[in-house]
């Protein structure tokens, strides 16, 4: 089985690459820059070099044709400023949902954030993200074609995985380690019926298994 994940050079794309590749996906990530490419190499991964801020959909949907799912993983980073969380966080997810129906790819999972809102509140940058975020989630939700799901993360740390989680629709805040996050998101690709869930994700005392059979009802 093929996947494709946009921001295939971000934290948490890097160690999806690595779970995927390790269980004998294939796996292509879009990268902005050809240096970016060694890193997706080392996890097992085939660098795609694709700006999603100048692409047109034709020319991803040219690098989704034949894949078996899509991972909205990219974002415009913590030191960017307010116009790339539109332009990234929000037109590059939807280009990329976009993309993914024109290549008849139904499998969408979208990394998004715990607090994503189209009308949140505020006029900082951070209120700007969770706004962006949360328009990029309403899109993809609107889109009959995708088999989506959308994770919410809480506050990401890079504390190493203990692989026990609190997943639902509705956590409270909480962190969440980013070797938790890609194991939920290996989990939840391999696991159809949670398709059309929008959940929050946070540390707790569920092993990911059996959080995301929990949630797809299984």
Same mark, same amino acid.
């Given at each position: ?13 890097? %160690?999806?690459?690595?779970?995927? /590749? ?11 820059? &050809? ?5 997706? %190499? ?5 660098? $795609? ?26 974002? &415009? ?21 976009? &993309?993914?129906?024109?290549?008849? $790819?139904?499998?969408? $999972?979208?990394?998004? /954030? ?26 993809? %939700? ?15 740390? !890079? ?15 909480g962190a969440i380690s980013r070797d938790d ?11 159809? &019926? ?23 009802? !299984?």
């Amino acid at each position: 089985m093929r996947m494709v994940i946009a921001g295939g050079h971000g934290q948490i794309a890097l %160690r999806l690459e690595r779970l995927l /590749s390790a269980r004998g996906y294939e796996v292509a990530g879009l990268i902005r820059r &050809a240096e970016q490419g060694e890193a997706l %190499r080392a996890a097992g991964a085939e660098p $795609v070099l694709m700006d999603l801020e100048s692409a047109s959909v034709e020319e991803v949907a040219a690098h989704l044709r034949g894949a078996d799912a899509a991972v909205f993983a990219a974002g &415009a980073g913590p030191g960017s400023g307010a116009a790339r969380k539109d332009t990234v966080d929000k037109d590059a997810a939807v280009l990329f949902a976009d &993309a993914a129906v024109r290549a008849g $790819v139904r499998r969408f $999972v979208v990394v998004s /954030s715990y607090g994503a809102d189209p009308g949140h509140p505020g006029d900082e940058v951070f209120d700007i993200y969770l706004r962006a975020k949360g328009a990029a989630d309403a899109y993809v %939700r609107g889109l009959d074609a995708l088999d989506w799901t959308i994770l919410r993360p809480g506050a990401l740390t !890079n504390d190493p995985g203990k692989g026990l989680v609190r997943l639902e629709a509705h956590t409270g805040r909480g962190a969440i380690s980013r070797d938790d996050v890609a194991t939920v998101l290996v989990e939840l690709l391999e696991t159809p &019926a949670t398709a059309g869930l929008t959940l929050e994700l946070i540390g707790g005392s569920t092993p990911v298994p059996v959080a995301v059979k929990s949630v797809a009802g !299984n």
